[in-house]
Each structure stands twice: as structure tokens, then as C-alpha cells.
């Protein structure tokens, strides 16, 4: 039988999961994390007790509502998230972030986040879409 929640009761329940020091898993609902997660198709899996480092892809409260997201930088007493599909930033303080994605899977194959090939997978991908950024900026002129 399938079960349906709203997103902040579903959520709920995972950071009290995580509380508790259990991981977590579920499948990624939207489009925001392309193409690095799949709406309905990729698997996260997370954990609270991470160190936030630059590209983590983190679990976070923000406007009221939960978010999955890459960090992109700190400036002062804030962490800054940007989804890889996306442009806008999240401005959040350390007491909104729940969770870390240790690993995901997507198409049947498991993807650990802090292996060398995935972390220079995302930099040469944030860089490219920077790049694409200011393109776009120099050709509207």
C-alpha cells in the first residue's frame, strides 16, 4: 500500500531518525539537484554527523520549508546553497541544517559522495555552469 505524506511531516520524522543517530534514506522529489539527482529515480542516503565542506549536498530548513541543496560557500555566520539546477541562493544559519548525503544511487548504481571521482565530477561541473553564468551575462549586453 502506498502511503503519502506532506512534506513537512515526512520530514519531520526523518530528522528525528537522525537525532537519534540512525541514517536515513528516500527518493528525491523535484528537479532543482539535476542532473546529479533524479526526480523520483535517485535514492539519498544521509546522515547528521558530517562536517560541512564546500559541494556537501546538505538537508536544511529554509522559508518554513525543507530543502536539498549544495553547499556553495560560507560568508560569516551563514552557509550559502544554490540546487545545481538552479540560480537562486539560500542563506542559512548551521541550527537549519539537518543532514549530510554520504552516498545516493540513481539507475542501480551507487554513487559515494566523498570519493575523488565524484568530488571532481561537481567542481568541474560547478565550474562549467559559472562559466555558462557569465556567458549568458556578456551576451545579453
Known amino acids: 500500500m502506498k502511503k503519502v505524506y506532506n ?13 537519534k543517530g540512525d541514517k536515513v534514506s528516500f527518493l528525491v522529489k523535484g528537479n532543482s539537484m539535476l542532473p546529479f539527482l533524479i526526480d523520483g529515480k535517485t535514492e539519498v542516503f544521509l546522515e547528521r554527523k558530517c562536517q560541512l565542506k ?10 518554513d520549508k525543507f530543502v536539498l541543496h549544495r553547499l556553495i560557500g560560507v560568508k ?14 539560500e542563506y542559512v544559519s548551521k541550527d537549519d541544517i ?44
Open 7 to 19: 512534506n513537512n511531516d515526512f520530514f519531520k520524522s526523518i530528522i528525528k531518525d537522525l537525532e
Open 54 to 63: 564546500r559541494y556537501d549536498i546538505c538537508l536544511f530548513q529554509y522559508n
Open 76 to 89: 560569516k555566520d551563514k552557509f550559502i546553497y544554490r540546487g545545481d539546477n538552479s540560480y537562486g541562493l
Open 98 to 141: 539537518y543532514a549530510c548525503v554520504y552516498q545516493y544511487i540513481t539507475n542501480g548504481k551507487t554513487i559515494k559522495t566523498n570519493k575523488i571521482c565524484y568530488k571532481l565530477k561537481v567542481r568541474c561541473f560547478m565550474a562549467y555552469k559559472g562559466l555558462k553564468r557569465v556567458a549568458r551575462k556578456i551576451l545579453k549586453r
